[in-house]
């Protein structure tokens, strides 16, 4: 852990058998959507949101440009047009929610915070696709100086510094199905690529 409990690493979580740092919304819709409807899995806290393909693309690269603008405006220096999504640290959500469908085809990777680099990172809390529709799916919930915003590495830190990271009493009272976790995105892949190649070559 770094200074203010602050986790020194993210986790890539991806389904067996499928590429690891995979972005779908960089890919043409076809292919997007066939990849979905493969990794739609019932019952599973991670895979049943690939339920309606066309609707989360659709809403997902609309989510993907607010971040990116709002990466650069704080002074983000985005590589990529679409980030990799990764988690900071293992949240205490993944162990209380973790139903047999997940855990049966779902594999992670852990990244060192320290390989990416800090103006290639931005931030949300909670997982980006849920912290903008907080507003409107759980407004009694919504707390305008954290919901739909993205963070740099250096205002993450300074809420965790003050906060503690969720699960420790400050997190949205969401349902439980809904992320209770800080998503990190990395707008940067190379420095991902070695972890890549090593899990892919494991799962060979």
């Known amino acids: 852990m770094t200074g203010g409990g602050m ?7 991806h389904r067996k058998g499928e590429p690891p740092f995979r972005t779908l919304s960089a890919l043409p819709d076809e292919q997007a959507i066939s990849i979905m409807e493969r990794l739609f899995v019932k019952g599973s806290v991670f895979w049943e949101r690939f339920g309606d393909p066309h609707g989360y693309l659709r809403r997902r690269r609309e989510v993907e440009r607010n971040l990116r603008e709002g990466f650069i405006s704080q002074g983000g220096r985005p590589v990529d047009d679409h ?3 990764l988690i900071l640290g293992r949240p205490k959500w993944m162990d209380q929610v973790a139903d047999e ?18 103006d290639a990172v931005s ?20 707390d305008a100086k954290i919901h739909g915003r993205v963070f740099t590495l250096a205002g993450m830190r300074r809420i965790v510094r003050r906060k503690g990271m969720p699960g420790e009493g400050w997190e949205a009272v969401l349902p439980p199905h809904e992320p209770h976790y800080i998503e990190a995105q990395v707008w940067d892949r190379r420095p991902l690529e070695s972890f890549r190649r090593a899990a892919e070559t494991s799962a060979t």
């Open 7 to 13: 986790p020194d690493f993210l986790i890539h979580v």
């Open 83 to 85: 980030p990799v999504y």
């Open 101 to 118: 469908a997940t855990l049966s085809t779902t594999e992670m990777v852990e990244i060192p915070l320290s390989v990416i680099p800090p």
């Open 123 to 142: 931030f949300t809390y909670p997982d980006s696709m849920a912290s903008a529709m907080i507003a409107e799916r759980y407004p009694q919930q919504y």
